[in-house]
């Protein structure tokens, strides 16, 4: 089959069209606007509009076909790099969208007759877009976690390539062999030209709707594992967490803290549900405040939190206990309704680095030291395996 450059303008057009109605409807099913997707819309269109006026040279005057398309290029490229900093949440400076599609139109319109010279100015304007969009890219670590980035990313090197093939060309004096509106043979450049603008478009396009897609499964994820009161991990969450603690140690113990706040009814019968939240809200900030950084705190179920602390032996897991028994009995918790002083209670469960231990008997020895240490007087913290009253000791968490 033999191809030449207006069957593949044609074509080229038709794939920015299906683009642009392809995110159009992806955005407006979206329930959040700020998103990037009606930007990113945006930019396919004004390419599908540059690409049709492109295949018009020659039939309607140059002001349209080459100043005005170009505009649009540069536009389109500029909303691409907004749509990429809305979806990452962040701004760029204005002069980043502004400066080049003015330095576009202004270049353009004094080359306006000098093919060699608009591809060498395409190569610097369009080229440090390009590097603008992939500068965000790789700048955001934050959305960096999924792969669905590296498409787009994908999309914008090819341009960068072909720009970079056109300013050869135009340099070398075989401009002719890169103007994409040459009725004759198609040459090399024009047709790498074209697989570039479509990969930017496809690539660009089902890697900028992947995006937002891994980004709200992630958010999904983290409000399906989150307690929405406290905003520390729920029970689904402490489990998954206490399970791959077990299954990750390697010779080394895991403990168990489960903790309850002593006598919180009364607080919630005195002074109403919202101040019982608030004092939860505090309490969660407290205990998350002298864990260690692989420590890991979620809240089992109304006024109990649980703690499972990886490689810890029981000495170390008792000190970490007292530590949290005192930071949350040394201050009173400020609410609306004045000052109120609390205690918690703690049972605490090891599974030792030689024992082969289940998840459902630590937490249930837990919850049994828990219960003996309520029944002892509440304000501290019993071991499970020691049917006795744990002495205060040095807290060694600052």
């Known amino acids: 089959m033999n191809l030449d450059p207006r069957t593949l303008l044609f074509s080229l057009m038709l794939t920015y069209g299906l683009s642009v109605l392809s995110m ?28 049709a006026l492109i295949a018009a040279r020659g039939k309607i005057p140059d002001v349209f076909s080459v100043i005005v398309s170009n505009g649009f290029i540069s536009s389109a490229y500029a909303l691409m790099l907004a749509a990429v900093y809305e979806f990452q949440r962040r701004q760029a400076p204005r002069w980043q969208y502004l400066v080049p599609v003015a330095l576009t139109l202004f270049m353009v319109a004094v080359l306006l007759d000098d093919i060699r010279g608009r591809f060498v100015w395409d190569f610097i304007i369009y080229g440090f877009q390009m590097a603008l969009i992939a500068r965000a890219l790789l700048t955001d670590r934050e959305n960096r976690a999924g792969r669905a980035w590296r498409l787009l990313l994908g999309g914008v090197a090819m341009m960068l390539l072909v720009l970079v093939a056109r300013a050869y060309v135009a340099l070398t004096g075989q401009v002719e062999f890169a103007q994409p509106q040459n009725t004759l043979v198609l040459q090399p450049i024009q047709f790498i030209g074209y697989i570039a603008a479509m990969a930017t478009a496809l690539l660009g396009s089902i890697g900028f709707v992947l995006m937002v897609k891994e980004r709200s499964d992630e958010e999904v994820m983290h409000l399906a594992m989150t307690d929405s009161l406290t905003q520390i991990p729920n029970r689904r969450a402490l489990m998954k967490s206490a399970e791959q603690a077990l299954a990750r140690r390697t010779g080394l113990p895991v403990a168990i803290l489960m903790i309850d706040l002593d006598h919180f009814k009364p607080v919630n019968d005195t002074y109403g549900h919202q101040t019982g939240d608030e004092v939860l809200r505090q309490a969660a900030g407290r205990l998350n405040g002298r864990l260690r950084q692989h420590d890991f705190l979620g809240r089992y179920g109304g006024e109990e939190f649980c703690v499972v602390a990886p490689d810890i032996d029981t000495k170390g897991a008792l000190i970490l206990a007292e530590s949290l028994r005192e930071k949350i009995a040394a201050t009173p918790f400020a609410t609306s309704h004045g000052e109120i002083s609390l205690s918690v209670s703690i049972g605490v469960s090891v599974c030792e680095a030689d024992a082969k231990c289940e998840l459902d008997e630590i937490l249930s020895q837990a919850d049994a030291a828990l219960y003996a240490a309520k029944q002892a007087g509440r304000n501290r913290v019993v071991r499970s395996d020691i049917d006795l009253v744990q002495e205060s000791q040095q807290p060694v968490y600052a």
């Open 24 to 51: 159009f409807v992806a955005a407006s099913s979206q329930s959040r606007t700020r998103d990037g997707m009606g930007k990113w819309a945006g930019a396919m269109f004004l390419l599908a509009l540059s690409w």
